[in-house]
């Protein structure tokens, strides 16, 4: 494909090149040695002061090791042959780590008047030093912690690591064309169906072709959670995600049943999109346009359309989009070895989030700038709350991506003509699926997987993945025999485990917030919302939520956010009846 607009990465923020960062592993290797020497078996004996002097000097070591970190992953993830690039500083940023890794261990072991004491006196890692005592019951010993540090290089993650190189190394043959990843899923929104059932076959093909790595790799991946879970014991093998996330189960059981309780949205849906194209639906046919034309847009169009719902929304978004745009925290187009997807890594307060796109064209791809673009402003502003506190758990990092995708889909809705605006609902409600109800099915099948004891078979996997979707479609939409397996590419069951709910979860809360943010009853919420972004990982979701008068806890408030999709989804059937009349 060509383009003219592209833009990539300027990796300097961290080090300006490898030589520099060659250079830095000693340096960081010292303090980090220095730091062990001058405190481990020490805490206990500290004053508040020197407690504070010493948290503060164990945030700057790991935001060395995590600047380490980020450079090596983003090397990698642009070219994903480089993996003993990688490789080679994960070891040296574990042996590093070792000496560190007592810290947390240390502080948890202290007698609880001390560790009321800090805690009160380093306001600002309260909820961070909160959050290790909320944890203390699933670590494990120090000498045992350092040996599951030191092993993790040829754990889950070295199987992590085959599994991106493996997809990024995918050739798929699509009639004289040899595609990507990336290229050939663009397909599944082509106008032309017989396209689009091309391009689910190629692609089933070379998944087929992989089934016994991709299947191998899962089962290790199911080992290794079920190992972790009897370790440290876990309730459930779902818990430790949760206990990340700062949401409790019957938090995250509310929002699945409220979800799995409504997939007659999605049957709903379908049997109008069917009417629409005249056809009896398949897995290929999910994404196809109910228009004819437009489907594709131009990278700078795209990008344009973004910035400016940011600046309609607010100054502060688009000056830290366009800066992103102008100083290479952008990588926007596919390349040969580059890894699929996209995302917006944090990196470290003292540089600034990297954007990974694989922008095809699509017209949904402006959507995914977006997205991603919405975790870098989130990322961007939690900064100055510092490393220890930016990170924020996965609802409400989801929260800030979808929130900016509603902002682009607001604004388009005010300057599209009838038949572009009827695209666009039908775009946006397919989206929303998605991200909700798609994300569901895929707990639900993780849930499935991760309760039966042994390895599973690829039709194993297979028979789950099919009733677990057909859930969501009934008969609105047939799946194919190759839809079976495609279950084997999803990233998510591979790198983070029971991660998915968290767009379900993000997505009904976006739904509820940028309903009140519409509604205009709130006049300060652009105010309070920035405010939100910025306090990052400082505070619960829970306490972040609240500032705009909503309980995550009440059975209720997921209701607001499927009452808007109802909205959504009566608005577009209200434009398709006058269509037809």
Known sequence: MSHTLEHKWDLSSLFKSEKDIQDYIPKLKKRAKD???????TLESLKATEFQSAITEYESIIEGISGVMTYAFLVFATDTKRGDFYAKYELLANEIEESIVFFEIEF????????????????????????????????????????????????????????????????????????????????????????????????????????FLLTYILNMVRKDLGIQTKLRSYDKKESFRHIDNQITQKSVDSMIDTVNANFSFVHRYYRVKSKILDLTLRDYDRYAPIMSDGENIQYEEAVQSVLKA???????????????????????HPKDGKRGGAFSHGCIPSAHPYVLLNFTGNRRDAFTIAHEFGHMIHQELSKKVGYLNMDTPLTTAETASVFAE?????????????????????????????????????????????????????????????EENEKMFDTSLKLTKNYDRWWSYIPHFIHSPFYCYSYSYGQLLVLALFGLYKSGKNKDFVNIYIDFLSRGGSESPKELVARFGFDIESKDFWKIGIGEIKKMLEEFERIYNERIK
Not at 35 to 41: A, F, G, H, I, R
Not at 316 to 326: R, T, V
Request: hydrophobic residues 35%; charged residues 35%; proline residues 1%.
């Open 35 to 41: 730091y062990e020497k001058k405190y481990l078996n």
């Open 108 to 211: 948890c072991q202290l007698e609880e008047k001390k560790q009321k004491e800090f805690i009160k006196y380093s306001q600002k890692y309260a909820h961070y030093l909160q959050g290790l005592l909320d944890k203390k019951a699933h670590q494990l010993t120090l000498a045992e912690e350092k040996i599951l540090l030191n092993t993790s290089p040829v754990g889950v993650g070295a199987f992590s690591r085959l599994f991106d190189e493996h997809l990024a190394s995918l050739k798929i043959r699509y009639e004289d064309k040899v595609l990507n990843e990336e290229e050939i899923l663009a397909l599944l929104h082509h106008n032309d169906r017989d396209i689009r059932k091309k391009a689910q076959k190629c692609f089933s093909k070379e998944l087929q072709k992989s089934s």
């Open 310 to 332: 940011f600046k309609n929304f607010s100054p502060k978004f688009y000056e830290i989009a366009k800066n992103a745009l102008k100083n290479g925290w952008v990588d926007s």
């Open 406 to 466: 509603m902002l682009l889909f607001d604004d388009l809705k005010n300057s599209l003509c009838a038949d572009e605006l009827f695209g666009i609902y039908a775009g946006k409600i397919e989206d929303i699926f998605s991200t909700l109800f798609r994300q569901v099915v895929m707990t639900n099948f993780e849930r499935r997987i991760h309760d039966i004891e042994g390895e599973l078979k690829d039709k194993d996997f297979d028979k789950i993945w099919r």
